[in-house]
């Protein structure tokens, strides 16, 4: 199916434990992003990423990590889960620069880290 | 730094109504601004999506204008229904050559009572 999927759609985990969130689009968009979101800050941009091995820290990103060895995946790692990552995450894709220039968003994954 | 308002925080109207939300921005050298809605526990929807050199964009009953001398941004929604009811955000990107930025407003709660 076209789009962009964000797996799995809810996970809980337990603190200290490594979780991996998905994120795959259809549209080979260069540029992809991770945000998080939780009530009182709105939407905190973790990483994002310009093209396939190019990326950069956003406004919150200690204690994830991310890679992009492949343009239509964009995996959000958290190494070792604390309380405070529990979240609702967002990915996101679009192609500044070319005529596709729509930000489209994931349905999101729930993250509970107990 | 680009800086994103979006008054009011909250609105709260009876069906029927037309409505006003607006976005303000610090930096006119934007790349184009978007507007989403986001239901409850939900991702964000793409509304419309306005470039640099245009003036408005319009789907269904939603209009969105903009002016970039101003620093702002306003979606009008004509008739509204309790089927609106969500909080809609808009971004605004800027570019630097090929970089881009991208700034969200914390949203406008909108609630449209039947």
């Known amino acids: 199916d076209a789009g962009i999927t964000q797996s799995p759609r809810y996970k809980i985990t337990e603190t200290g434990r490594q979780v991996t969130l998905m994120c795959h689009q259809t549209?080979?968009?260069?540029?992809m992003f991770w945000y998080r979101q939780d009530l009182g800050h709105g939407l905190r941009l973790i990483y994002y990423?310009?093209?396939?091995?190019i990326t950069d820290k956003g406004e919150v990103p200690d204690g994830y990590v991310v890679s992009r060895s492949k343009t239509e995946n964009f995996p959000l790692t958290l190494e070792s889960a604390t309380r405070s990552q529990t979240s609702v995450y967002f990915c996101?894709?679009?192609?500044w620069g070319s005529g596709a220039n729509v930000l489209t968003f994931g349905a999101g994954s729930r993250l509970t880290v107990l | 730094k680009q800086e994103v308002t979006q008054i009011p925080a909250a609105l709260s109207v009876p069906e029927g109504e037309n409505l006003v939300l607006n976005c303000s921005f610090t930096?006119?050298?934007?790349?184009?601004l978007q507007w989403f809605r986001q239901d409850p526990g939900k991702g964000l929807t793409s509304l419309l999506l306005?470039?640099?050199?245009?003036r408005e964009q319009t789907s269904g009953r939603l209009n969105a204008s903009l002016d970039k001398s101003s620093g702002r941004s306003t979606l009008y929604i004509a008739a509204s229904q309790p089927g609106d009811s969500a909080t809609y955000l808009c971004?605004?990107?800027?570019?630097?050559?090929?970089?881009?930025?991208?700034?969200f407003g914390k949203g406008t709660l909108l609630t449209v009572n039947p």
């Open positions: 990423s310009a093209a396939a091995d």
């Open positions: 549209w080979s968009h260069s540029y």
């Open positions: 971004a605004v990107i800027r570019s630097g050559g090929s970089n881009y930025k991208l700034t």
């Open positions: 930096d006119s050298a934007i790349y184009n």
């Open positions: 306005i470039q640099s050199s245009q």
């Open positions: 996101a894709s679009t192609n």
